[in-house]
């Protein structure tokens, strides 16, 4: 068990909606990283944040946003859902000195999102 | 942004040695090399960082030369639980994070 938790396991939902993947850090993690796992794509960094504040940005779609609130937790949504939207969703949290990313990440169970 | 090129897969017998080496010719010098390994529909598990020399840890070995343009990741007397993806990660501080392809590693009994 790595400390860090995500809601809800399982998704399924049709094409054009909207969900939102929820992540609580490891206790004393400030930085939040949210991944997107396909088959055929391998892992993707979306994005990272720091204590509340968006710290480095990956392959985001513009359909996709996320946010950390103050209690550290952090929210992935997304809107307009397409079939290839369909992947597993991971939250990953560090201690991350000043925001640096180069620390041991800890990664959650992942969300497995299903678009129909 | 420093890109990294390992093995696609690789497969190897309970008991033996495994190195799995990465290349990652254009790294900066602030960069750090990290290695995780991910089981099938778990998240990847962090494994073991360096930037120079050599690093040991309870799980692992990896092995960097002066020019940093490569690293090679050992793993002693592997067992059927290591098969997994194993993915080599050169970090830079305020950058985005590039996991890549991995290396697919099928231990055999």
């Known amino acids: 068990d790595s400390g860090v938790t995500q809601t809800p396991k399982h998704l399924i939902t049709a094409t054009g909606q909207r969900v939102t993947l929820r992540c609580s850090p490891r206790?004393?993690?400030?930085?939040v990283y949210w991944y997107q796992q396909s088959l055929d794509q391998g892992l993707q960094f979306l994005i990272q944040?720091?204590?509340?504040?968006?710290?480095a940005k990956g392959n985001i779609l513009e359909r996709f946003s996320a946010q950390q609130f103050p209690d550290l937790h952090s929210e992935l949504n997304l809107s307009s859902l397409e079939l290839g939207d369909s992947a597993l969703y991971f939250c990953?949290?560090?201690?991350?000195?000043?925001?640096?990313?180069?620390?041991?990440?800890?990664f959650g169970p992942g969300t497995r999102l299903t678009v129909l | 942004l420093a890109k990294t090129t390992q093995p696609i897969s690789m497969d190897s017998y309970e008991g033996q040695e495994v190195n799995i080496t990465c290349s990652h010719n254009?790294?900066?010098?602030?960069?750090?090399i990290t290695w995780y390994q991910q089981f099938p529909s778990q998240g990847p598990r962090f494994i073991i960082q360096?930037?120079?020399t050599k690093v040991t840890n309870e799980v692992a070995s990896l092995f960097i030369p002066a020019d940093r343009k490569s690293s090679t990741l050992s793993l002693p007397r592997v067992s059927l639980s290591d098969t997994a993806v194993y993915y080599c990660?050169?970090?830079?501080?305020?950058?985005?994070?590039?996991f890549g392809k991995g290396t697919r590693l099928h231990i055999l009994p």
């Open positions: 990953a949290s560090s201690v991350a000195v000043q925001g640096a990313n180069n620390n041991e990440q800890f």
């Open positions: 206790s004393g993690d400030l930085s």
């Open positions: 944040y720091y204590n509340g504040e968006e710290r």
């Open positions: 254009n790294i900066a010098t602030n960069d750090y």
């Open positions: 360096g930037y120079k």
């Open positions: 990660l050169v970090v830079r501080r305020d950058d985005k994070i590039i």
